[in-house]
Nanobody, 125 residues
Framework: QVQLVESGGGLVQAGGSLRLSCAAS????????MGWFRQAAGKEREYVAGVNGNGGRTYYGDSVKGRFTISRDNAKNTVYLQMNSLKPEDTAVYYC??????????????????WGQGTQVTVSS
């Protein structure tokens, strides 16, 4: 099991940017797919972005394509989510997630096993 801690959330005006970080411990994440999810109040959890172990394959939800970028630094055991052109509808708790993936898995697959505690992102209009 890998432990995940998110940081970087906060309050930002619409049109602004934030970068979330997810620091992993307990395992080296080079064989893990990593993902970002979000859950707004009263809504279901949404799979926002995912990246495979070597960073060569990514997934983005339709609502964030062209605005968000997921990246990873395996040497630092850290995954990032750069969020640009933020909108009020991006307001949510953002969660980092991981799954052990020694063989190919589609990044559209939203099944992950390990989760962080979440970080709040609030976008004001």
């Amino acid at each position: 099991q890998v432990q995940l801690v998110e940081s970087g959330g906060g309050l930002v005006q619409a049109g602004g940017s934030l970068r979330l970080s997810c620091a992993a411990s307990g395992r080296t994440i080079s064989s893990y797919d990593m993902g970002w999810f979000r859950q707004a109040a009263g809504k279901e959890r949404e799979y926002v972005a995912g990246v495979n172990g070597n960073g060569g394959r990514t997934y983005y939800g339709d609502s964030v394509k062209g605005r968000f970028t997921i990246s990873r630094d395996n040497a630092k055991n850290t995954v990032y989510l750069q969020m640009n052109s933020l909108k009020p509808e991006d307001t949510a708790v953002y969660y980092c997630a991981a799954r052990f993936a020694p063989v190919f898995r589609s990044m559209r697959d939203n099944a992950y096993n390990d989760w962080g505690q979440g970080t709040q992102v609030t976008v004001s209009s």
